[in-house]
């Protein structure tokens, strides 16, 4: 099971890596995160330059596209042609975005009658897609889900682990990077969170 990070100049290091990294914690259960980028090259909102791993053609062949976020989100949305690169399928794909990319899925016509996560920064935008912008971290429906604020991140993460192999590797995961005391309250507090977030509107 591959996993497409979509990576876009302009992004936050955070929600790209974070989740990359958590999910590549799962490599020898065959579920494997790749950065995936518009060109071979993208550079962050802090100038750290990345190297693609994979160009944007693969998220039609990956089991899940993760939307990263960052300061030119805005831009991508208005950009036919890179949108065309975008042809996402809810049916058979997991499908999230972390903070503004949201926008990235309203535009795609996938948040239709949702509600969504995002960061504060972005929420304006959202909304005036028409996309109601709840106050939580991390909220699902389905096969689509998103996540609002960097470090929520590691929740995005965490249902995309959840789903494919089970709550017990996402747990391991967790239990792996807590930080050192924290163990239990850091796993507890991730799958409370995707939990809530999927039951939100049962």
């Known amino acids: ?3 497409a ?3 876009f100049d302009g992004f936050n290091e955070l929600d790209s890596f974070i989740a990359s990294a958590l999910i590549n914690r799962c490599r020898k259960d065959g579920l494997e995160a790749l950065i995936t ?6 550079t962050s909102m802090n100038g750290v330059e990345v190297t693609g791993q994979r160009p944007m053609e693969f998220v039609t062949e990956a089991d899940v596209v993760l939307i990263g976020s960052g300061v030119k989100t805005r831009d991508v949305v208005a950009d036919d042609r890179l ?4 042809p996402l399928d809810p049916a058979r794909q997991l499908i999230g975005a972390q903070c503004s990319g949201a926008l990235v899925l309203a535009r795609l016509g996938l948040l239709d009658g949702m509600p969504a996560c995002t960061d504060m920064k972005s929420r304006p935008f959202v909304e005036d897609r028409g996309v109601t912008v709840l106050d939580a971290p991390f909220h699902a429906e389905g096969n689509i889900a998103t996540a609002g604020g960097c470090l929520a991140s590691q929740y995005l993460a965490t ?9 017990a590797a996402a747990r391991d995961v967790l239990d792996y990077v807590a930080p050192v005391g924290e163990n239990r309250e850091t796993v507890e507090r991730a799958m409370r ?6 039951a939100a509107l049962r």
């Open 37 to 42: 980028t518009p060109t071979p090259v993208v």
């Open 159 to 167: 249902w995309v682990i959840t789903r494919t192999l089970g709550e």
């Open 83 to 86: 949108i065309a690169r975008l």
């Open 193 to 198: 969170a995707v939990h809530a977030g999927e």
């Open 5 to 7: 990070v979509v990576t």
């Open 1 to 3: 099971m591959q996993v």
